[in-house]
């Protein structure tokens, strides 16, 4: 019988394209293209935004791993690529088979996003897909999409693409002989809160994998500024881990252990570098002194601090910030735009991880080479550094772990009780333990800490995980303010906290900057004591428009509780700006007068917090923006405050009560609506205010109104920038 030619594979290789921003969907493409090439076939593997790299017409099979981030929005290495898509015309990919996996949070309306846009697009341009498209949720675990698609992808695959047939059709995961014994072990122990009574062999220096130079290594580059200064001020202590503590009395119950995770491939290469006073520039350190190796979408800028002000006071709940920056130069940017900051890991945990790592004080100074084929993109540039700057600004140390660290981990643990939990957690079995151990958000050393006998080189652990991202903060200023275009500012808070199992915590860069500014105390803005001080930043704009209307005479919604109230202050001190420009013009010249009223449209803003006395956010400018007509509609919720008529707890309750008022402006003066904060309660909750508001006053059904959201959204006419 002659097989189908429709069933016969026909492409001799696939192409794997990644947009990633935490390098989630970077990890996975690579596990994918990586297995491929196991498997016996010809793989490719690129980021979006090199698709000029790839030969469109002759592409035959593709797979892509995207993610999607804020609202909806695709990855900053996929801009290009969307810019390059959006131009395409006709049904030019007709050769073309695909398959998506998409990588979102349910947390977020716009789910899977730009999975979701990258299908529809390629179908309109002729290219069809071989295999069903896979949209795994964070907010569950991307595992339990992400595992199941990739081992079902190879099948498919087979009908697309032309492989060894030898090695095509490998199980997976495959076991060693040697990690079957362990999972065999691993069922038949039923003692696993017992350590191994054998002692674990001593440590070898985790850089003994380095290769060496032949000639001597010099000391860290001089050169480093401000924050060198203040790194090398901070204690040097290395800091001691938590203790996780997971049940693992159930673990005898099972009988196999399945859907182990593959371990990614070893290809990071740490390489000394001989006379590194002569090597690459990049040992030096760039705008706000920071390792040159750091890749940015726009421009990398040095700011000053020109004033920190405290805005809460001790006994509040949130401790809360408000920072004005200042630039030498004239930036461009409006309101609603953000800006990055890229602060480092907290240096007593970088030192305290080197030490568990089995790093030597005088290795952490040393400059070296990151090398190998298909490393991870934020590792490419990294061409001399040393492992003190790598620790800091290159690799995440707080983000709880995936299951394939954990089962590198595994691989690496001496002792046979650590093997055997991190192994048993690794699987589908193991699977509550594993939520139950991230539940509780361990750093990177304290992984270390809770299985002592993992002794993992430092390549592997700089390969597997995720990197550093810079924090983003909205701009809470305009340039028409007095020096706009030379400053802005962002309020936040500051991210230190104790989990319930008494662990403290504290966020990458908020506190950091707090320690920089010396903690100022609540009260009026502080202007002096940092003025030495730089940071790195760079600008944001929003790519979903969340800006002020072009037409000034649009009435604006804004709703933001808390510091997601930060941009419309922004929005508020620039039409303020615009009202004196108008109110200054309207006495020049002889033409008729227009009242401000009739220039400007409506600004209505809902505001929430805690407790009014002490965590109402820019109360004093709020009140003076309303005072002065800027304002049109200034509306309080106070979430913990009791016996006060009439009072709404929450923004939404706020909507709810304002609904006919709120419709009126929506349907009457087209409006646009502004929400910002954070997604997983309150912009669902407002969200579904919204659709009442449009089935009780403007006589939709309830999946009218969510459509006519959706098309709101669309329009640029209903914009969110949230965090979950």
């Known amino acids: 019988m002659v097989p189908d030619a429709d069933l016969l594979p026909h492409a001799d290789h696939l192409t794997v394209f990644f947009a990633s921003q935490t390098g989630n969907a970077e990890s996975i493409s690579r596990n ?3 297995q ?77 996003q730009t999975a979701k846009k990258i299908d529809t697009r390629l179908q309109e341009l002729g290219a069809s897909p071989f295999y069903a498209r896979g949209l795994a949720d964070d ?40 990690e079957e014994i362990i999972v065999k072990d691993i069922i038949e122990n039923e003692h696993l809160h017992q350590s191994s009574s054998a002692a674990s062999p001593a440590k070898p220096s985790a850089t003994d994998s380095i290769v060496k130079g032949s000639g001597s290594v010099d000391a860290l580059t001089k050169g480093i500024e401000s924050l060198a200064v203040a790194a090398e001020k901070a204690p040097n202590v290395p800091a001691s881990g938590y203790k996780i503590e997971v049940d693992f009395s159930t673990v005898a119950s099972h009988t196999n252990l399945t859907a182990l995770p593959r371990v990614p491939n070893a290809n990071l290469k740490i390489t000394d570098i001989e006379n590194a006073s002569n090597t690459s520039t990049t040992s030096g350190k760039t705008a706000g002194s920071i390792p040159s190796f750091i890749q940015t979408p726009s421009r990398l800028m040095s700011a000053k601090v020109n004033s920190v002000q405290c805005l809460t006071p001790e006994d509040a709940v949130k401790r809360t910030l408000f920072v004005e920056f200042g630039f030498e130069d004239d930036i461009e940017y409006a309101p609603g735009d953000s800006f990055s900051i890229w602060a480092p890991n907290d240096e007593s945990l970088v030192r305290g991880v080197l030490a568990a790592l089995g790093v030597r004080d005088e290795e952490l100074n040393k400059q070296v080479r990151l090398e190998g084929e298909g490393i991870p993109s934020h590792l490419q540039p990294v061409q001399s550094a040393t492992l003190l700057d790598i620790f800091r600004y290159s690799v995440d140390l707080t983000t709880a772990p995936k299951k394939a660290n954990i089962r590198l981990y595994a691989d690496h643990a001496s002792d046979l009780s650590d093997k055997q939990k991190l192994m048993f957690m690794a699987s589908k079995q193991g699977a509550d333990q594993f939520n139950a151990f991230r539940a509780q958000a361990p750093t990177l050393l304290d992984i270390l800490h809770t299985f002592p006998s993992i002794n993992v080189p430092v390549a592997r652990v700089i390969e597997t995980l995720p990197p550093l991202q810079p924090r983003d903060y909205s701009i809470t200023s305009s340039p028409m303010a007095r020096n706009g275009h030379r400053r802005w500012s962002c309020a936040f808070n500051v991210v230190v906290y104790q989990s319930p199992e008494g662990f403290k915590r504290r966020g990458v860069c908020t506190p950091w900057l707090d320690e920089l500014a010396g903690k100022v105390p609540f009260g009026k803005a502080v202007t002096t004591g940092f003025e030495d001080l730089r940071l790195p930043m760079f600008l944001k704009p929003n790519e979903t428009k969340f800006n002020l209307p072009s037409d000034a005479a649009k009435p604006v919604i804004m709703i933001g509780p808390g510091t997601g109230v930060a941009p419309f202050m922004g929005f508020l001190e620039h039409r303020a700006e615009q009202r004196k420009i108008k109110k200054r013009l309207a006495n020049v010249g002889s033409g008729p007068r227009r009242s401000l009223e009739d220039m400007f449209g409506e600004m209505w803003l809902f505001f929430g917090c805690r407790d009014r006395k002490k965590d109402w956010l820019f109360r004093e400018q709020m009140e003076e923006y309303k005072k002065e007509g800027v304002l049109t509609e200034l509306q309080l919720a106070v979430s913990r405050e009791e016996n006060v008529p009439n009072s709404a707890k929450y923004v939404q309750d706020l909507i709810k009560k304002e609904g006919k008022r709120i419709w009126n402006l929506l349907d009457k003066k087209g409006a646009l609506i502004y929400v910002c904060g954070d997604a997983k309660g309150m912009a669902k909750a407002v969200h579904d205010e919204l659709v009442n508001v449009l089935v009780e006053h403007g006589g939709f059904d309830r999946t009218a109104a969510l459509l006519e959201l959706n098309k709101w959204a669309q329009e640029r006419r209903y914009l969110r920038d949230l965090w979950a």
């Open 32 to 34: 994918i293209h990586e």
């Open 36 to 112: 491929a090439e196991e498997r016996g076939f010809k793989s490719t593997h690129f980021v979006l935004n090199d698709f000029a790299k790839v030969d469109w017409d002759k592409e035959e099979c593709l797979v892509f791993v995207v993610s999607t981030t804020g609202d909806g929005d695709p990855p900053d290495n996929s801009t290009k690529f969307w810019r390059h898509l959006r131009k395409l015309k006709g049904v030019g990919l007709t050769k073309a088979k695909y398959a998506i996996l998409g990588l979102g949070d349910t947390n977020y309306d716009n789910f899977c």
């Open 139 to 178: 907010a569950t675990g991307l595992e339990e999409v992400v595992d199941p698609w990739i081992k079902n992808l190879w099948p498919a695959l087979a009908h697309q693409v032309n492989s060894t047939p030898t090695i095509h059709d490998l199980p997976q995961p495959h076991l060693s002989k040697e």
